[in-house]
């Protein structure tokens, strides 16, 4: 079993920045053993895929609405990852979740994420 918490979302104003963390921990879990990815959806809308880091922190993938703006990084050897989420747009506003695949690969697919956080609130006001 792996638990995943998320932390860092908040109020900010359009043009602004965040970050959010994410700890993924287990009593048997090794840092090599997971990818890790943020979604976030927002009212009314299904939830969609942001970003996403493999277990070396070396390969990412990014939406393209987000590309240019966000970075996604991994601190060392560890299962925590973190969204540096700049220039927010109103359309940013979703709780923003973070997931964790195990021994699987990169992927924008919900689905194959095995385990989810509560998320957290972004709120980008105009």
């Known amino acids: 079993q792996v638990q995943v918490v998320e932390s860092g979302g908040g109020l900010v104003q359009a043009g602004g920045s965040l970050r959010l963390s994410c700890a993924a921990s287990?009593?048997?879990?090794?840092?090599?053993?997971?990818?890790m990815g943020w979604f976030r959806q927002a009212p009314g809308k299904e939830r969609e895929f942001v970003a996403n880091?493999?277990?070396?922190?070396?390969?990412?993938d990014y939406a393209d609405s987000v590309k240019s703006r966000f970075t996604i990084s991994r601190a060392s050897a560890k299962n925590t990852v973190y969204l540096q989420m700049n220039s927010l747009k109103p359309g940013d506003t979703a709780v923003y979740y973070c997931?964790?695949?195990?021994?699987?690969?990169?992927?924008?697919?919900?689905?194959?994420?095995?385990?989810w956080g509560q998320g957290t609130q972004v709120t980008v006001s105009s």
């Open positions: 997931a964790v695949v195990r021994y699987g690969a990169l992927t924008q697919n919900a689905n194959s994420y095995d385990y």
């Open positions: 880091i493999d277990w070396s922190g070396v390969s990412t």
């Open positions: 287990g009593r048997t879990v090794a840092f090599t053993e997971l990818a």
